[in-house]
């Protein structure tokens, strides 16, 4: 089972800002769209943001828009989640998925059983 790995996640204030990464050596980003999806106490996972193969054009779920940036390295085999201006309300498990997909991403579309590959996941905890 292809795996990709999260980290980055803790503890940080609101109004600060947090970096997460999500990375891979088992293949190649490139050809993948990737999706962060959260999941809080009592809620299913949802898609917070998301970058299409090839393009990296990206898309974000309108909770987070303006304030969180999604970004790939393919070199790297690494995807980025920025997170500024971070709220209580952003506290969850955030994990990231791969799903072969050839046009744009959407958040909106990107559901659980659509994606791939998953990884285990880092928690955000934002408090004073």
């Known amino acids: 089972q292809l795996q990709l790995v999260e980290s980055g996640g803790g503890l940080v204030q609101p109004g600060r800002s947090l970096r997460l990464s999500c990375t891979t050596s088992?293949?190649?980003?490139?050809?993948?769209?990737i999706a962060w999806f959260r999941r809080t106490p009592g809620k299913e996972r949802e898609a917070v943001a998301c970058t299409s193969s090839h393009s990296g054009l990206p898309d974000y779920a309108d909770s987070v828009k303006g304030r969180f940036t999604i970004s790939r390295d393919n070199a790297e085999g690494t995807v980025y989640l920025q997170m500024s201006r971070l709220e209580p309300e952003d506290t969850a498990v955030y994990y990231c998925?791969?799903?072969?997909?050839?046009?744009?991403?959407?958040?909106?579309?990107?559901?659980?059983?659509?994606?791939?590959?998953w990884g285990k996941g880092t928690l955000v905890t934002v408090s004073s």
């Open positions: 088992e293949f190649n980003l490139e050809f993948y769209a």
């Open positions: 998925a791969a799903q072969v997909l050839y046009q744009p991403c959407q958040v909106a579309t990107m559901t659980e059983n659509a994606m791939h590959y």
